[in-house]
C-alpha cells in the first residue's frame, strides 16, 4: 500500500500545521481551563475548509476522503484536542451517516448546517447502556405525522441542534447535567432528555436495507468516527513526543543534556516507533473507505486500539521526561495526558473492540451477554449447557 501523500494532501497538511500552531496552540490551555467551547476555533476551521470537507461538492463540500480529514486531524491534535474533535465530528459519524442514507433534502439540510459551522451527534449512550449500546430503552413511537421521543442519553458530546426549520426549538428536549470531565474540556459531555420530544417522519433516517438492520447501519457509520477518534489520540501522542525531545535535547541535568542518558533515549526511541505504527494503521483504515463509504470495521477497530494506547503511554513518558515541569499546568504536557485517557473509552472501550477483533480472527460471534457466553460453550462441548438451555426455551414458549 503507497502512503505517499499527492502535492494536494501535502499542501492540504502544512495549512493545517500552520493553522493549529499559529491560531489553536495559543488558546488550548484556556480553552481547557475555562471549559468553553472555541466557537472561534470553529470559525477559523471553516473558513480554512477544514469543517465538512468530506462532504460531496455537489452539497457544497470539497468531496475528499477520510485520509484528508486525518491529515487535518493530527494537525489540530497536536496543539489542541479540542480542535482536533471539531474536526473528526464535522467530517465523520453522523455526519457520515446522513450522507450515505439520507433522503436529498436530509442531505442538503445536514450538509448546510455542517458547512455553516454547527456540529451533529450521533446519541447512542444511556446511563445503563454503554458498551451494551444493544439495551439503549429510549423509544420513539409513531403518532400521525410525528415521531414522540422518550428516554435519557448520556455523555453526548458537543452541542446538539436545537433549532433548524423543522423543529424551530421543540418542546420535549431538555439538555441536562453537563459532566465535569478530566480531559478534552472544552467539548461538552452533557446529558440529553427526551421527554415526549415530537420530530417530524421525514426527519427519520431509513438505511436502503430498512430499520431492521438501522443498528447495524449506524454502527457501519461509526467505524469512521474511531478511525478520527484514533487519530485525535495519535495526534496528541505526537504532540507530547515532539516537546519530549526538544526539552530533552536543552534540559541539563549533571553538566550534559538529559538527551545523552540512554534511559531517556530508549524511551523516545519506544515513543517515535508506536507513533509510526498507530499512523499506518490509521491512515490504511482511512484509505479502506470506498468513495462514499466507511473504513473497514476492523481495521477501524485496530486502528483504535493501538493508538488509544499508544497515546496513554507516550503522553505519560513525554510528561516523565519533563520530569516537575511537566506535572505542573503552566506547561501542556498534563493537559496531553488527560485529554489522551478518554480513548480508550470513548467511542468503543478497548476491551469490547478488543473482542470484536478476535471474533474477525477467529471466524465466529463472542457475545457479552451471560446466554451468549453459554452459546459459545456449547460450541465446544458442552451438552448439559446445551440441554438446559432448551429446556428453558421450550417452559419460555408454552
Not at 489540530?76 to 474536526?87: D, F, L, N, T
Not at 429510549?138 to 403518532?143: E, Y
Amino acid at each position: 500500500m503507497d502512503f505517499e501523500l499527492s502535492p494536494a494532501q501535502k499542501d492540504l497538511q502544512t495549512r493545517a500545521r500552520a493553522l493549529a500552531e499559529t491560531h489553536m496552540a495559543p488558546r488550548a490551555a484556556e480553552v481547557d481551563r475555562t471549559e468553553a467551547y472555541p466557537w472561534d476555533h470553529v470559525e477559523r476551521l471553516r473558513a480554512a475548509g477544514m469543517i465538512g470537507m468530506t462532504i460531496a461538492k455537489e452539497l457544497g463540500g470539497q468531496g475528499l476522503g477520510y485520509l484528508e480529514a486525518v491529515l487535518v486531524i493530527e494537525e489540530m491534535a497536536k496543539h489542541c484536542g479540542a480542535s482536533a474533535r471539531i474536526v473528526v465530528e464535522t467530517n465523520m459519524g453522523a455526519i457520515g451517516a446522513i450522507l450515505k442514507y439520507g433522503t436529498p433534502a436530509q442531505r442538503k439540510l445536514a450538509a448546510e448546517l455542517v458547512l455553516s459551522g454547527d456540529k451533529p451527534a450521533i446519541c447512542i449512550t444511556e446511563p445503563q447502556a454503554g458498551s451494551a449500546a444493544t439495551e439503549m430503552t429510549t423509544r420513539a413511537d409513531k403518532r400521525g405525522d410525528v415521531y414522540i421521543l422518550n428516554g435519557r442519553k448520556h455523555w453526548i458530546t458537543g452541542f446538539i441542534l436545537v433549532r433548524h426549520p423543522q423543529l424551530n426549538t421543540p418542546k420535549g428536549l431538555i439538555i441536562g447535567k453537563r459532566e465535569p470531565a478530566l480531559g478534552l474540556r472544552g467539548i461538552p459531555e452533557s446529558e440529553l432528555i427526551f421527554d415526549n420530544l415530537e420530530v417530524p417522519v421525514e426527519m427519520l433516517l431509513v438505511p436502503p436495507r430498512g430499520l431492521r438492520h438501522g443498528f447495524a447501519d449506524l454502527m457501519d457509520a461509526y467505524n469512521g468516527q474511531r478511525v478520527g477518534a484514533a487519530t485525535v489520540a495519535l495526534g496528541l501522542a505526537q504532540g507530547a513526543y515532539e516537546k519530549a525531545v526538544t526539552y530533552a535535547n536543552r534540559r541539563e541535568q549533571f553538566g550534559r543534556p538529559i538527551a545523552e542518558f540512554q534511559g531517556l533515549q530508549w524511551m523516545m526511541a519506544d515513543m517515535s516507533i508506536a507513533l509510526e505504527a498507530s499512523r499506518a494503521l490509521i491512515w490504511k483504515a482511512a484509505l479502506s473507505a470506498p468513495p462514499g463509504g466507511f473504513p473497514d470495521a476492523v481495521l477501524a477497530a485496530r486502528a483504535k486500539i493501538l493508538a488509544a494506547d499508544t497515546a496513554i503511554k507516550v503522553t505519560n513518558d513525554a510528561l516523565q521526561i519533563w520530569g516537575a515541569a511537566g506535572y505542573s499546568r503552566d506547561n501542556p504536557l498534563e493537559r496531553y495526558l488527560r485529554d489522551a485517557r478518554m480513548f480508550t473509552i470513548a467511542g468503543g472501550t478497548a476491551q469490547v473492540l478488543r473482542t470484536f477483533v478476535a471474533s474477525s480472527i477467529l471466524g465466529r460471534k463472542l457475545p457479552q451477554t451471560r446466554d451468549g457466553y453459554l452459546t459459545v460453550g456449547d460450541e465446544i462441548g458442552r451438552p448439559d449447557l446445551r440441554r438446559d438451555k432448551q429446556s428453558s426455551r421450550a417452559k419460555a414458549r408454552t
